[in-house]
């Protein structure tokens, strides 16, 4: 009799142990983060994010829980992953991996502060704010300079190749700021005395194209503007260059590290790590509309001189003491 009431019991609290554990998991703010890549291809980003929120004091599983959605880059997952994060109550909702899920985010909620990082994207132009000083609503964030940055580009690479007169620039047509890139690099490009062939790609079947043409037609160099596409799909640009022996210059650190040449452009990492300590300021008490949209200003240029080896390339030392980082 003891025994079957002793077993009653422990059923009793076995059953009751994952409600006990939930429990336990509300007692501290939840931010969802809604991304639209994948953990593996994001882990850096996600660093970058932890750290702005233990600047703002919040330590994930310590003070603070982090519910991760992603959407493994098929963005039409997104909305219902955003539904999800809703019902599971979130205090905040972080975005990384383009504006997609922000502009998803935005559209599910109105009452769920949303902090994004919009790499390579104006967030005015998309929607998510109509003000960078005063943002309206639920949301704000962290943009990103590209303006100047891609007509940098220009300048950088044509210091590192100097007889390329044809420079190829691909874009994703798909994206808002496509033709600041294109204006900016062809007004560089044209004071420098280099011609811009421009090149639209917004699929891999219209990113093969583009790079047999880039092929076809001799081009001497090529630059790939900031985006999430180009991102995505960065080991095989890196791949066709040095296969083809074309020197490139990317928007972000990531190439370079995957074995590309160069980038010039905004500290992906150092947006990501504001976008956290705006995070932790939310969940202190203050509004997304009284903190402005920051740009992250940090801009850095990284040179890979294994890749400069495999394409028979000398960079110049003035370019190589101006360089942020340089991988041998």
Do not use: C
């Amino acid at each position: 009799m003891q025994r079957r009431k002793f077993l009653v019991a422990l059923g009793s609290v076995l059953a009751l142990r994952p409600r006990v554990l939930f429990a336990q998991k509300t007692d501290k703010p939840i931010v969802g983060f809604l991304g639209v890549g994948s953990p593996e291809t994001f882990s850096q980003r996600i660093s970058a994010f932890r750290k702005g929120l233990a600047e703002a004091g919040f330590v994930e599983n310590k003070n603070v829980w982090i519910e991760y959605r992603w959407a493994n880059d098929v963005p039409e997952r997104l909305p219902s992953l955003a539904a999800g994060l809703i019902e599971r109550k979130v205090n905040v909702i972080a975005t990384g991996g383009g504006p997609a899920p922000a502009l998803v985010a935005k559209s599910a909620t109105s009452d769920i502060p949303i902090v994004f990082a919009t790499p390579g994207s104006d967030p005015i132009e998309l929607g998510l704010v109509t003000s960078m000083n005063r943002p309206t609503a639920n949301v704000t964030g962290v943009g990103f300079l590209v303006s100047s940055v891609s007509a940098k580009q220009a300048e950088v690479i044509s210091e590192a190749i100097p007889n390329a007169s044809s420079i190829g620039l691909l874009i994703n047509r798909s994206n808002p700021n496509s033709s600041y890139y294109i204006k900016n690099v062809q007004e560089a490009a044209e004071k420098l005395g280099r011609k811009i062939v421009v090149f639209s790609a917004a699929t891999e079947p219209e990113l093969d194209q583009a790079l047999s043409t880039i092929v076809e037609q001799h081009l001497g160099a090529f630059i790939a503007v900031p985006d999430v596409f180009f991102f995505r799909q960065r080991h095989k640009l890196v791949a066709w260059a040095a296969a083809n022996s074309i020197a490139g210059i990317y928007g972000s650190r990531d190439f370079p590290e995957a074995g590309g040449l160069m980038s010039y452009g905004t500290s992906i990492d150092d947006g990501y790590r504001l976008e956290g300590v705006y995070v932790g300021r939310i969940l202190k008490g203050e509004r997304p509309s009284d903190l402005p949209v920051q740009q992250a200003e940090k801009i850095e240029l990284v040179i890979n001189l294994k890749a400069a080896k495999g394409l028979g390339l000398s960079i110049p030392i003035t370019l190589l003491g101006r360089a942020d980082e340089v991988i041998e």
